[in-house]
């Protein structure tokens, strides 16, 4: 069993529509992570919640609301995607934000989302 | 400019050799964690090792190896006895911290093939 889960694998969605990805930790982590990949393209971080408390938002557009209600379940609501939203979203943990640098990020196997 | 450098876009390797993939990195913090993932084409990012700034020696693990110069901000993988279930994309990624915070920054990967 992974360690984090990510739900729905897969999501086609058109531009009008609103979905929600999830992900879930069970490694008792207090960090959490949500990352673009996009072909050809090195990750892209979006978001970072520290003990459920958002930490980093790299400039994000306003269509992706991110929601951590607490340390093990993080949401990514979706709302008016385009066409270039279509990536795999990865959505990682790691024990602590501020911790040491050799914590290792742990990864969900990620959403592959296409919008039409 | 990167700070994450994989010059390999694709390597191949004849199953049971050696193959060494590149990363060369930048950071002017003297402290820092390197680590190298593996994603298979079904998407899950899986951490394989992980070498600090301050380690003396190189990080193993299993047929892992991290080869760690850290005059010329390169480290290396290195996968001894290839096997076909090793093919898949390879990320290194840097963790440091800057500006106050703490960042994972990826490379654009290298596709690696392992032929029979």
């Known amino acids: 069993e992974t360690g984090v889960t990510q739900t729905p694998r897969h999501l086609v969605m058109g531009m009008t529509n609103k979905k929600s990805l999830k992900c879930e930790q069970h490694?008792?982590?207090?960090?959490m992570y949500w990352y673009k990949q996009s072909a050809k393209k090195p990750l892209e971080l979006m978001f970072v919640?520290?003990?459920?408390?958002?930490?980093e938002n790299n400039s994000v557009p306003s269509r992706f609301s991110p929601e951590c209600p607490n340390s093990s379940h993080l949401f990514l609501h979706l709302h008016t995607l385009q066409p270039e939203d279509s990536a795999l979203y990865l959505c990682?943990?790691?024990?602590?934000?501020?911790?040491?640098?050799?914590?290792?990020?742990?990864f969900g196997d990620g959403t592959r989302l296409s919008i039409l | 400019a990167q700070k994450i450098t994989q010059t390999q876009p694709g390597m191949f390797v004849q199953e049971k050799e050696a193959v060494t993939l590149d990363c060369t990195y930048d950071?002017?913090?003297?402290?820092?964690?390197l680590f190298w993932y593996k994603q298979p084409s079904s998407g899950e990012m899986i951490f394989l090792i992980y070498?600090?700034?301050?380690?003396?020696q190189n990080a193993t693990e299993g047929r892992y190896s991290l080869n760690f110069q850290k005059a010329r901000k390169s480290a290396n993988l290195v996968i001894s006895a290839s096997q076909l279930g090793d093919s898949a994309m390879y990320f290194c990624?840097?963790?440091?911290?800057?500006?106050?915070?703490?960042?994972?920054?990826f490379g654009t990967g290298t596709r690696l093939k392992v032929l029979a």
């Open positions: 990682a943990s790691s024990q602590d934000y501020w911790g040491q640098t050799n914590q290792p990020q742990h």
């Open positions: 490694l008792g982590h207090n960090a």
């Open positions: 919640y520290n003990f459920k408390e958002q930490t």
């Open positions: 950071t002017s913090d003297p402290s820092y964690g």
């Open positions: 070498q600090g700034s301050y380690d003396q």
């Open positions: 990624a840097m963790r440091e911290l800057t500006s106050g915070t703490y960042k994972y920054i």
